[in-house]
């Protein structure tokens, strides 16, 4: 999915740059608030993706975190959970929960506090039986690290999600406005099949790896950009001015 829209905003890129070159030939002031919309969905999607890319370093570090401490809370669980097992037997249930409940967070630590609960009484008797006298203290420290890293993965996948949101959003946004111009280019340029040629070809959004920017001339052949070149007016390189938004 990001792939593809990082495609549809590198040919909106191609398709602002097509337009820029052939300003003078356009009539009317919807052309250039439409490039003045698209030049600024291009700067907001550019954040974007930067901010996805952010959200999504953060989602996978928050994870891997998360997986790291629940693996060490199982594991002293697992130490505590055979030493009161065998010494202080404890109710089956609490001892199958801990065991099995490997894929449930809300489970496992309902059956973690359990343990804790039942354990507490049997702490001064802890180093009889080869574990640390604060062992339970230790094993509390595994169970508040792995609550916290589990609310700081919740965190970045929620911020993954607004932004993968806001991506999505604009990127319809985008397209819309690419649509638009398209219907304006291909009246514009009705009769020039020379430039609607190269139009055709640039509005064609790739696949695959995304390629490095590169300028919008490279899409255009030398046949048809010296056609286009011939028939276009001097000032057509001009760059294009901010619409009046008092302009009808």
């Given at each position: 999915?990001?792939?593809?829209?990082?495609?549809?905003h590198?040919?909106?890129?191609?398709?602002v740059?097509?337009?820029?070159?052939?300003?003078?030939?356009?009539?009317g002031?919807?052309?250039?608030?439409l490039v003045e919309?698209?030049?600024e969905?291009?700067?907001?999607?550019?954040?974007?993706?930067?901010?996805?890319?952010?959200?999504?370093?953060?989602?996978?570090t928050?994870?891997?975190?998360?997986?790291?401490?629940?693996?060490?809370?199982?594991?002293?669980?697992?130490?505590?959970?055979r030493?009161?097992?065998?010494?202080a037997p404890?109710?089956?249930?609490t001892?199958?929960?801990?065991?099995?409940?490997?894929?449930s967070d809300?489970?496992?630590?309902?059956a973690?506090?359990?343990?804790?609960?039942r354990?507490s009484?049997f702490?001064?008797?802890l180093?009889d039986?080869?574990?640390?006298?604060?062992?339970?203290?230790?094993?509390?420290g595994?169970?508040?690290?792995?609550?916290?890293?589990?609310d700081?993965?919740?965190?970045?996948?929620?911020?993954?999600?607004?932004?993968?949101?806001?991506?999505?959003?604009n990127i319809?946004?985008?397209m819309?406005?690419?649509?638009k111009?398209?219907?304006?280019?291909?009246?514009q340029?009705?009769?020039?099949?020379?430039?609607?040629?190269?139009?055709r070809?640039?509005r064609?959004?790739?696949?695959?790896?995304?390629p490095p920017?590169?300028?919008?001339?490279?899409?255009e052949?030398?046949?048809?950009?010296?056609?286009?070149?011939?028939?276009?007016?001097?000032?057509?390189?001009?760059?294009?001015a901010?619409?009046?938004?008092h302009?009808?």
């Amino acid at each position: 999915m990001v792939t593809e829209q990082r495609h549809k905003h590198d040919n909106l890129r191609k398709l602002v740059g097509f337009i820029q070159k052939r300003v003078a030939r356009f009539t009317g002031s919807r052309t250039p608030k439409l490039v003045e919309t698209a030049k600024e969905l291009l700067v907001v999607i550019a954040q974007l993706f930067a901010d996805q890319d952010g959200a999504a370093a953060d989602l996978a570090t928050a994870t891997q975190a998360r997986a790291r401490l629940r693996d060490q809370m199982r594991e002293q669980a697992g130490v505590l959970l055979r030493t009161v097992r065998t010494f202080a037997p404890i109710p089956a249930t609490t001892a199958a929960q801990v065991e099995m409940n490997g894929r449930s967070d809300k489970r496992l630590l309902a059956a973690v506090t359990a343990l804790q609960e039942r354990a507490s009484a049997f702490a001064g008797e802890l180093p009889d039986h080869g574990l640390p006298a604060d062992f339970l203290q230790t094993f509390s420290g595994a169970v508040d690290e792995f609550e916290t890293a589990r609310d700081a993965q919740d965190k970045a996948r929620d911020a993954h999600m607004a932004a993968a949101a806001a991506l999505d959003q604009n990127i319809k946004a985008l397209m819309d406005v690419r649509r638009k111009l398209d219907v304006i280019v291909r009246n514009q340029f009705r009769g020039d099949d020379a430039t609607l040629e190269v139009w055709r070809k640039t509005r064609r959004i790739g696949k695959g790896p995304v390629p490095p920017p590169q300028p919008e001339s490279d899409a255009e052949s030398p046949a048809t950009s010296a056609t286009d070149s011939a028939t276009k007016p001097a000032t057509e390189s001009a760059t294009i001015a901010k619409p009046d938004t008092h302009a009808a």
